[in-house]
């Protein structure tokens, strides 16, 4: 059994300042399910060998989560909303921005000794609201993909 963590999702926010993380995959291929996605309790499932490899493909090669820069990400969101806000006011268009009571996604990934964390505050919306940053989409897809993992059976 390998306690070597290869990704994890944890959203921040709400009451609790530290809470367990939602999907957890380990590199022999266990999953933690958090209990807020587990019905109350938390879950234990096994990948097999095939379906873990196809995991680690798609969020480190296709998506390549650990190409994304957190801080890089941070500032493009930012210049993203201040451009929205200038064209929101010269043509009356309303804001569609970050909201106030939002969690923060926090992806933590390891691979090959390196571990990268990026965290992304409201991510559905600013992925929504900005189609147009590569790197969003690419988190909110690797946010799909261990969603997906989480509630399928």
Same mark, same amino acid.
Request: with cysteine; proline share 3%; charged share 30%.
């Given at each position: 059994?390998?306690?070597?963590?290869? +990704?994890?999702?944890?959203?921040?926010?709400?009451?609790?300042?530290?809470?367990?993380?939602?999907?957890?995959?380990? *590199?022999?291929?266990?999953?933690? +399910?958090?209990?807020?996605?587990?019905?109350?309790?938390?879950?234990?499932?096994?990948?097999?060998?095939?379906?873990?490899?196809?995991?680690?493909?798609?969020?480190?090669?296709?998506?390549?989560? !650990?190409?994304?820069?957190?801080?890089?990400?941070?500032?493009?969101?930012?210049?993203?909303?201040?451009?929205?806000?200038?064209? *929101?006011?010269?043509?009356?268009?309303?804001?569609?921005?970050?909201? !106030?009571?939002? *969690?923060?996604?926090?992806?933590?990934?390891?691979?090959?000794?390196?571990?990268?964390? +990026?965290?992304?505050?409201?991510?559905?919306?600013?992925?929504?609201?900005?189609?147009?940053?590569?790197?969003?989409?690419?988190?909110?897809?690797?946010?799909?993909?261990?969603?997906?993992? *989480?509630?399928?059976?």
């Amino acid at each position: 059994m390998s306690d070597e963590l290869l +990704i994890e999702w944890s959203q921040l926010g709400g009451r609790d300042p530290k809470p367990t993380p939602d999907v957890s995959v380990f *590199a022999d291929g266990r999953v933690r +399910i958090g209990a807020r996605l587990a019905g109350g309790e938390t879950a234990w499932r096994t990948l097999s060998t095939s379906r873990l490899a196809a995991l680690r493909r798609r969020l480190f090669e296709e998506l390549r989560v !650990m190409e994304i820069d957190g801080g890089a990400l941070a500032r493009d969101v930012q210049a993203a909303a201040r451009r929205r806000r200038a064209e *929101a006011t010269a043509q009356a268009v309303p804001f569609t921005g970050a909201q !106030m009571d939002s *969690a923060t996604t926090v992806i933590r990934a390891t691979d090959g000794g390196r571990t990268r964390e +990026i965290r992304q505050h409201d991510l559905f919306a600013s992925a929504e609201a900005y189609p147009e940053l590569e790197a969003l989409q690419r988190l909110r897809q690797a946010q799909l993909c261990l969603l997906e993992l *989480a509630t399928s059976h």
